[in-house]
């Protein structure tokens, strides 16, 4: 039996063509689920505002099944903020986070955009193979709502 290739979806902010059935976002939900840990939890409605808040999205699909996730925040100018890049287990070290990844920074709302910023508690090697780097002296500060 052939596999199908994987294919990833660019979602245009406030596309309607590309707006998630409710089957997908289940499957978004069961990816971060299973895949972070900062992200479990978060219910249908949730992801669907944080879908329509993000200024890029990418998703990746191996036929129906989702295997791979990305978003990014953008003022469009000067500040962008990756966040939720996730691939499925079974998926990993073949490319497809670098994939994602690259996806995002081409997309027309952080081209040209002055800084790129990400968290990250385990994977700080594989971005700097994308040309993040550690923030220096910066220090990341949170305010915890909820
Ligand atoms: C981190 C993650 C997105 C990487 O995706 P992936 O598809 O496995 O990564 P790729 O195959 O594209 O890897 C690209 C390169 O980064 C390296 N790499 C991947 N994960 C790494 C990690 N955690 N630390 C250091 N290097 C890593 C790979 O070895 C590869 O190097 P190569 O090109 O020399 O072979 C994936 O492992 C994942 O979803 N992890 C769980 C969720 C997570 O932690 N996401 C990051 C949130 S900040």
Redesign the pocket.
């Known amino acids: 039996m052939s596999v199908s290739p994987i294919r990833l979806i660019r979602h245009r902010h406030g596309a309607r063509r590309l707006r998630w059935w409710p089957g997908q976002l289940r499957q978004l939900q069961a990816l971060l689920d299973g ?2 840990f900062w992200a479990r939890e978060r219910s249908a409605a949730q992801l669907r505002r944080m879908l329509a808040g993000s200024q890029a999205v990418v998703s990746a699909w191996r036929g129906d099944r989702l295997v ?1 996730f990305g978003r990014a925040s953008s003022d469009g100018i000067f500040r962008a903020v990756l966040w ?4 499925a287990g079974d ?10 990844v690259e996806t995002l920074l081409t997309d027309p709302a952080l081209v040209g955009v002055e800084r790129i910023y ?10 700097t ?1 994308l040309g993040f780097e550690p923030g220096g002296t910066q220090k990341l500060m949170v305010r915890r709502q909820q």
Request: net charge neutral.
């Open positions: 895949h972070s791979g939720d890049v996730v691939v998926e990993q070290g073949q490319g497809l986070g670098r994939r994602l990400l968290m990250t508690t385990n994977s700080a090697g594989f971005y193979q």
